[in-house]
């Protein structure tokens, strides 16, 4: 299986930037996507941005241009360069590992990001 940890959120001001990083670690299949989707209490969880094996990046369209996913596959690392933070970029954060080997799934812990006003 795949374990993955997330890190990197935190607290900002609107305009500021964020970096968040996702560390996969376990059985890595040659073909994957690794993404990163956020949700708030109450609402749906959504896509923000995701990443395949060959590096084919992927933005949802409220944080295209401000945000950046790029992936280090010698580090099993993949990075959300978050920048011009808007108060409605608050959220939990998660980063999700999915294997197109074995079809399956996987999430992890969370990190929250908080953008004041």
């Known amino acids: 299986h795949v374990q993955l940890q997330a890190s990197g959120g935190g607290l900002v001001q609107a305009g500021g930037y964020l970096s968040l990083s996702c560390v996969a670690s376990g059985n890595i299949a040659t073909r994957n996507i690794i993404g990163w989707y956020r949700q708030d209490p109450g609402k749906e969880r959504d896509m923000v941005a995701a990443?395949?094996?060959?590096?084919?990046?992927t933005y949802a369209d409220s944080v295209k241009g401000r945000f950046t996913i790029s992936r280090d596959d010698v580090k099993n690392t993949v990075n959300l360069q978050m920048n011009s933070l808007k108060p409605e970029d608050t959220a939990v954060y998660y980063c999700?590992?999915?294997?197109?080997?074995?079809?399956?799934?996987?999430w992890g812990q969370g990190t929250e990001v908080t953008v004041s006003s």
């Open positions: 990443i395949t094996s060959v590096g084919s990046p």
């Open positions: 999700k590992y999915s294997d197109f080997e074995k079809f399956l799934d996987y």
